[in-house]
């Protein structure tokens, strides 16, 4: 099992940065893939930024690229997605998702709760 917690929301205007943070709690996140996602009011959830286990690899949604960074720490505790040049339609709950044992037959997706980031015009 797998307990993730995000963090670092909060309100921004237009332009501003925020950095998220997911951390799972007691445990590494080695030997998971890890995803930003988002869900905004009245909208699907959208999948935002992958980062893959272990080489690092890191895909973006086309309405984030170039804003938005998606990273870990080396020892894969804290995975982070750094936003910046914020855009009201990036309002939304932000969660964070890990997909694994990566080198195990059977793979499992763990959520965080979620954490809000509104951006003001």
């Known amino acids: 099992q797998v307990h993730l917690v995000e963090s670092g929301g909060g309100l921004v205007q237009a332009g501003g940065s925020l950095r998220l943070s997911c951390a799972a709690s007691?445990?590494?996140?080695?030997?998971?893939?890890m995803a930003w996602y988002r869900q905004a009011p009245g909208k699907e959830r959208e999948l935002v930024a992958t980062i893959t286990y272990p080489d690092g690899r890191t895909a973006f949604a086309d309405s984030v690229k170039g804003r938005f960074i998606i990273s870990r720490d080396n020892s894969w505790n804290t995975v982070y997605l750094q936003m910046n040049s914020l855009k009201p339609e990036d309002t939304a709950i932000y969660y964070c998702k890990a997909r694994g044992p990566v080198t195990s037959l059977y793979e499992y997706d763990y959520w965080g709760q979620g954490t809000q980031v509104t951006v003001s015009s």
């Open positions: 007691g445990r590494t996140l080695s030997n998971y893939d």
